[in-house]
């Protein structure tokens, strides 16, 4: 299969087929996880062919492709990908009504971070 030329995680989509090592389809990619300010891979989030959410990491990643990403695991391997482990947080506060004195308060009050976790 013609799985297009090797990109970047920056644009690679959702919807792309994912391979096992042995050439067996594993999934489709649902979403990247990175960190693009500071040009950081984490993995990929994907759906399994029972369309439940499980995560690679980077280093299990051989190659990514237009039309294909390629594990360095086998089949049966891939199919014992954990589920994601963490939600991604929600913060409570909106960055754009924040002030100086605010941030400066919440600087000095939460340990360093600006924003608090929202439940």
Known sequence: MDEGLPISYEVLGAGVPVFSSDGQR?????????????????GLLIYNDAKELRFVEASSIAS???????????????????????RAPVFSEDPAEM?????????????????????
């Not at 002030?99 to 439940?119: A, C, I, M």
């Open 26 to 42: 594993v999934g489709t990619v649902g979403s990247v996880l990175s960190a693009p300010e500071e040009d950081i891979f984490h």
């Open 64 to 86: 990514l492709h237009e039309r294909g990403v390629d594990l360095r695991l086998d089949a049966a391997a891939a199919r014992e990908l954990p589920p994601p482990e963490h």
């Open 99 to 119: 002030n100086k004195w605010q941030h400066w308060v919440h600087k000095l009050t939460r340990g360093g971070y600006d924003w608090k976790r929202g439940s």
